[in-house]
């Protein structure tokens, strides 16, 4: 299939069926005139992030920036914002595949963000076929047959859609602007922006965004210049775009006011993307000798450092007459095992009730079958609000309460086990093409196996990284347990009828990465280069 690209634009990529109603010429220029005016900069802002780790592996501390201390005393709040985004009490996730998408939107959620990002293998396929994915359900066109010959299609009654790029590290390695590579968030939002927008804004609900990954203030203002760029391409008023963002860093929390400042005009508000902040905490300080961290399990919520940075958020986001959206529950319906359903159930509804007192006015979940316990708990605070923006915080966060990182203990050979499965499992799925992996009765995807992954690293290299029986977690430790859970790994997948083929290949990717002497900043950059 022969397409029309504009100059200076290349991709080396199969073109599939119904690619070409995507990569035309006209979109295709678009993402080539936001990539010309904008790449730059994001690879300035890329080399800043370089800098800043170097100054906290040698022993510098994140603080609030002095410099825009006038931004955190101002008077002033981001503007107002569509209907179809003051009510979000329940928000599903998932990537941009055919029949998730159905699912999510006759879910009875308030918001589905649909996803390009953490949940979605990004390879050439998943990334384009989404897209057509996107613009069929946007139009109502979308339908899908499974195995057993049954029609899944649209209700009357859909979720709001909102649509997550790639974060700013990402570049989509198939298409090239003047012998460049695109970036991956720019590539997927220029797309989905300039064959959609229009069609959301006749529809009444859109173009809403979700944008990931974000470590300061100055990525937030570029996303901001990309937007206004944007529409005026397509000509459209300034304003109209929205966006959440993602509070998943531990830089990013430090700055989460300055983030809405920047995006003030196109602001949905921010969201605690609690997986994401604890790998980031993990690897930000994976230098520091009195940095540890326990078992994944551990981490929850509530512990003081997880806790502080939830409430900051609520504090910050209702000053400004923002949403606060609350994280992912990564709890999944069990089948046939009614008590451990129940106590799945019971976690939910404890994370829901928790975050609804707290102030935010809604949460993630990850699965359709969840969607109502979200919203009933959200309900039994909220009444017949829509939300809960008027509630306000007095707390006074500081850095201390921010790098709180406890419990350090306790590290168990459960636990190191529990990552190694974990991330064995999720790469081996994610090289098949799958992002979002139920293992172990939870919605794992590429954010938890960066938490397993970098534990196991963490543990090796600390001097804390003492498992409570007294064993040191060592690299010959770590050795020898990985072909232990590689080979329940592949049992428990040739049980579901799944195909082993990647997961040897997941394995070795999996003891690379956790035992490498030098970090790697992210999991998915050498896996997406490893992959076609």
Known sequence: MSLN??????????????????????????????????????????????????????????????????????????????????????????????????????????SYMSDFEDSNSPNWFNQIQGQVNLKDAIRREISYVNEAGKEYRLNDRIATLQIRPRGWHLDEKHVTVDGQRVSGGIFDFGLVFFHNAKEQIARGAGP?????????????????????????????????????????????????EEILYELREHSAGLNAGRWDYIFSC???????????????????????????????????????????????????????????????????????????????DGGWVAHPGLVPIAQEEFVKVLGDKPNQWEKQRDEVFTA???????????????????????????????????????????????????????????WVVSPKGVLDDGREVTTELVHGLIPEELAKVKATVTAQGEDTATYDQAAGIFEKMSLSPDFPEFLTLPLYEAMD
Not at 60 to 71: C, G, W, Y
Not at 94 to 101: D, L, S, T
Request: hydrophobic share 40%.
């Open 5 to 110: 690209l504009p100059a200076g634009v290349r991709i080396n990529a199969p073109i599939s069926p119904r690619f070409d109603e995507i990569l035309t010429h006209d979109a295709l220029a678009l993402v080539a005139k936001l990539h010309r005016a904008f790449e730059p900069r994001r690879q300035e802002l890329l080399k800043k992030r370089i800098e800043r780790q170097a100054r906290i592996d040698a022993g510098e501390m994140p603080d609030f920036l002095p410099e825009t201390k006038s931004i955190r005393e101002g008077d002033w709040k981001i503007a107002p914002l569509p209907k179809a985004l003051e009510c979000r009490r329940s928000e599903i996730t998932g990537p941009v595949e055919r029949k998730m998408i159905i699912n999510a939107f006759n879910s009875g959620a308030d």
């Open 208 to 256: 809403f965004y979700y944008l990931p990954k974000m470590e300061s203030h100055l990525e937030a203002r570029l996303w901001n210049d990309i937007f206004v760029m944007a529409q005026e391409s397509l000509g459209l008023p300034r304003g109209t775009i929205k966006a959440t963002v993602l509070i998943e860093t531990i830089l990013a929390t430090f700055e989460m």
């Open 282 to 360: 993990i690897k930000k300080f994976k230098k520091n000798k009195d940095f540890c961290m326990a078992n994944r399990g551990a981490i929850t919520m509530e512990v003081p450092f997880m806790r502080s940075y939830a409430l900051h958020l609520v504090k910050v986001c209702h000053k400004r007459g923002a949403p606060a959206m609350g994280g992912m529950s990564a709890l999944i319906p069990i089948k046939d095992d009614p008590v451990a359903n129940e106590k799945a159930l019971a976690g939910i509804r404890h994370d829901k009730t928790r975050d609804a007192n707290d102030g935010f």
């Open 400 to 458: 201390k309460n921010f790098l709180d990182f406890q419990p350090e203990q306790p590290i168990t050979e459960v636990g190191l086990r529990n990552n190694i499965n974990v991330g064995i499992h999720y790469l081996g799925s994610w090289l098949a093409g799958n992002g979002c992996v139920p293992i172990h009765n939870l919605m794992e995807d590429a954010a938890t196996a960066e938490i397993s992954r970098s534990q196991v690293w963490q």
